[in-house]
T-cell receptor, first 114, second 114 residues
Framework: GENVEQHPSTLSVQEGDSAVIKCTYS??????FPWYKQELGKGPQLIID?????GEKKDQRIAVTLNKTAKHFSLHITETQPEDSAVYFC?????????????FGKGTHLIIQP | DTEVTQTPKHLVMGMTNKKSLKCEQH?????MYWYKQKAKKPPELMFV???????INESVPSRFSPECPNSSLLNLHLHALQPEDSALYLC?????????????FGPGTRLTVL
């Protein structure tokens, strides 16, 4: 089965600085890689995703990069703001074999220092 | 309507009780999921329903019984639970179309088993 490793487990950055969270996956068949943000007491919110036919995707202050050869993908948040503080999860999935569950990384607690 | 709703928000039950969790979506999604999330851990897949049929059961104990009455509703029936079953139970849905597996999560039901 798929195994997703995520680092770091905690990341503290100054407001306005950039934050980078990295994940690696084990199953070369995985082709869909979403990122979720989870605030305290809430369900995970999909913030960005990338598919294996794309190397990079950007949405305003958030970007995701994918290196299929190395089997790793990263989340980049620029100009961080206090509301970016949350737990972020990466995940991997093989999309094309019918509905299947996501395999999540262990999560990164992002703390934005004012 | 682009959200997944879950009721109740909180549930406290004894080990001999029978209760049910409910999940609803009106996005026309044909795949629905139950995940379990313990504190400070990532969500873990329990069940997947595809076109109202159970397609994946991740070896979940029989004290958890899922049901999909129609394409918009997903229930999780609980009976004779143990204290270690206390967790956040998350429902998600996706379109269940090849190449389109974005999963959208509800806010979860916080379950406490006494």
């Amino acid at each position: 089965g798929e195994n997703v490793e995520q680092h770091p487990s905690t990341l503290s950055v100054q407001e306005g600085d950039s934050a980078v969270i990295k994940c690696t996956y084990s199953d070369s068949a995985s082709n869909y890689f979403p990122w979720y943000k989870q605030e305290l007491g809430k369900g995970p919110q999909l913030i960005i995703d990338i598919r294996s036919n794309v190397g990079e995707k950007k949405d305003q202050r958030i970007a995701v990069t994918l290196n299929k050869t190395a089997k790793h993908f990263s989340l980049h948040i620029t100009e961080t703001q206090p509301e970016d503080s949350a737990v972020y999860f990466c995940a991997a999935l093989y999309s094309g074999g019918g509905a299947d569950g996501l395999t999540f990384g262990k999560g990164t607690h992002l703390i934005i220092q004012p | 309507d682009t959200e997944v709703t879950q009721t109740p928000k909180h549930l406290v039950m004894g080990m001999t009780n029978k209760k049910s969790l409910k999940c609803e979506q009106h996005m026309g999604h044909r795949a629905m999921y139950w995940y379990k999330q313990k504190a400070k851990k990532p969500p873990e897949l329990m069940f997947v329903y595809s076109y109202e049929k159970l397609s994946i059961n991740e070896s979940v104990p029989s004290r958890f019984s899922p049901e999909c009455p129609n394409s918009s509703l997903l229930n999780l029936h609980l009976h004779a639970l143990q204290p270690e079953d206390s967790a956040l139970y998350l429902c998600a849905s996706s379109q269940e179309a090849w190449g389109n597996n974005e999963q959208f999560f509800g806010p979860g039901t916080r379950l406490t088993v006494l």
